[in-house]
């Protein structure tokens, strides 16, 4: 890589097997691992909030909001996934006043968590696929119904580094070091909604000694 930059001693944590559909919360487990504490993808994933899949009735699809829970269950095939709200809000139950939610944004904002030592879970595409929209439901979350447009294969990876024309991150899905064309990271995850969540104050380094959580 030429002037580039990567943030050393983050763990890479496969989802499978026990996680088919638990992208975003083993991407998320890394992100805690190296932030000195000692959690499992599993305990991620069971504290996700959760909801059943979207159901059909009377020809009209209804479901729930991923930007508030999961849709289904990270320990099956069957699970859709969740958005960077919860899954910040998770980070901040873990590490308190820590989250920080850049979604919405510039990809620059991601960069520059990575500037500031932080890891940053995003919300990709499989492969960066081309994105596609599967099912289309009315969201049962919010006063006013909207529809809500599920793409897949929607993907969460943990993003830990960059240069001019990549993007390093580690994937749950293949469980390793991935290198991908910036250009293209970039607009999958535009496609995605400009998710991105980080920490505000990153441990300096990384882990040393982990603290072990109090269920």
């Not at 190296?34 to 009377?58: E, F, G, M």
């Not at 920080?100 to 620059?108: A, I, K, P, Q, T």
């Not at 995003?122 to 969201?139: A, C, D, G, M, Y």
């Amino acid at each position: 890589m030429v002037m580039g930059v990567e943030i050393s001693g983050v763990p890479i944590i496969g989802q499978m097997p026990e996680l088919p559909t638990g992208c975003e919360a083993t991407a998320l487990t890394m992100m805690l691992v190296w932030a000195c504490l000692s959690v499992t993808k599993q305990d991620v994933a069971t504290r996700l909030p959760k909801q059943p899949v979207p159901y059909t009735k009377d020809g009209t699809m209804y479901g729930g909001n991923p930007d508030l829970t999961f849709l289904g269950d990270p320990f099956t095939v069957n699970g859709y996934g969740v958005f960077h709200s919860a899954i910040a809000k998770l980070l901040d139950s873990y590490l308190p006043g820590n989250a920080l939610d850049l979604s919405g944004g510039s990809f620059n904002n991601v960069t520059a968590a990575i500037d500031n030592g932080s890891p940053v879970v995003v919300i990709i595409t499989n492969h960066l696929n081309e994105p596609r929209i599967s099912h289309q439901w009315v969201n049962i979350d919010e006063g006013e119904p909207r529809i809500i447009n599920w793409l897949i294969p929607e993907h969460s990876v943990l993003v830990v580094g960059y240069s001019d024309t990549e993007i390093i991150v580690h994937d749950p899905n293949t469980a390793t070091r991935a290198v991908f064309d910036r250009g293209l990271f970039e607009l999958r995850w535009e496609q995605m909604g400009r998710q991105a969540v980080a920490l505000k104050n990153p441990p300096k380094g990384g882990c040393q000694q982990p603290k072990f959580l109090i269920s």
